[in-house]
């Protein structure tokens, strides 16, 4: 008998949706491998868990548990709380990423032992400056995603906006130093999902739309992966070199299904 | 006969001054070489070369023709100017930036033919996404200056200050491309400056304190340099392997007038 999953991550935009647009055979997706448990991973720091879970019951998708929902904001605080149990932060993101960082630490601008650098509005000259000297006086620079851009929709419209690679270069420029980096492709939010499953990552399969983040990291620590071509990554472009190639290319996750069907993957139901 | 130079250039921050306050033997320095025709060029883009004229005046320093004074805010309003006439900007950086580049060109947040990151406050997460999108439409991305960090003093405090290297960082992840850059230890700075002084570079010493900037810079396009160590880099540190050698190091401007006319580059008057 070939391989068949016994859990399942799942990347959520450009693979169940795009901004605030539910994305084809999304549903269909969800309801056909609902028996297997499973963890949404997301690069994106801005929302909490409970707020993910709420946008994806908006888009008339089954209701999650934000138990279930790892980002990477989530997953730099559970992170940080093991490192150093009740630590002070000095954060630079979004408002989401500010909530759940103070579940587990506490925002501290003058004696942070971590300044976190996240997706979303927060970057300006006086915290970048503020960054710079605490990281001087020995804090960790840490970042919750290294995407370089970001695709959003914005009032209708397609927009690129910075990634966490993006707002976390002047602080690594002004440094000298590099950030501790924790989503997509680095190994700990795959880690972190596997750990939510109690499963290994041989008995799983990461779905996802970006070769660098999710098929790359995905490869990186023993994920097989399956790649949908909705999101950043666009039916026809060419395999970037120097990636390794996901176990499953196809261009939805309709195509998915069938190719699990077909192969016995997944039990039709 | 040796070595006689017809014109000088000179960086400030470090070598005349350290932000508010006076270096030893900037004075005498300046008199002993008032019979040369000088630049100063400084990598800082904030202030306005009549802002950096009335900053020398009120140190006690000779009074300069702000024709005197090339700063990389300037050098890339020209730059701008000689490859587009009436260009059409988006500045990222301070005021004075903004003032000087408005001297040429026209600020234009829509439909800007030009990125213009450079030192200073102006960086937040509008401008960053706002710029992304003009690069995008194919706007050229243009750095002021390269330096990662720059010293000041603030509320009497030393402080380390993101520089234009940093500041333009997150356009150049987000975008993929690199930016154009102006200042030293790119050639542009020093050629202006040596087409207002009317030399070559043969003819001329640049005397500074940064061995990555200043001393880089001026070796790439053939000046002889100075190295004095009150800025950046102090006395004792080894100088940084795979940087060419200055021509003179020396630990203060005192010690570069006692060398120089030990030697016959400079007459003693």
Known sequence: MGFRPRGLLLDMDGVLYHGSRLL??????LEATAHLPRVFVTNNPIRTPVEV???LAALGLPRSDPADVLTSGVATARWLARERPGFRFFAVGADGLHRVLAEHGTEDAENAEFVVVGEGPGLDYDTLSRGIDLIRNGATLVSTNPDPSVDAVVA???????????????FEVATGLRATTIGKPE???FVMAL??????AAECVMVGDRPDTDIAGAARVGLRCALVRTGRFLPGASWPAGEPPPDWDVPDLRSLLLRWWRDGVLEQR
């Open 195 to 200: 750990e939510r499953l109690g499963l290994s």
């Open 156 to 170: 209708g419209r397609h927009r690129v906006l910075p990634g966490g690679g993006a707002l976390v270069a002047p």
């Open 24 to 29: 084809p055979h999304a549903r269909r997706f």
């Open 187 to 189: 190994p700990l939010l």
């Open 53 to 55: 879970a709420d946008h």
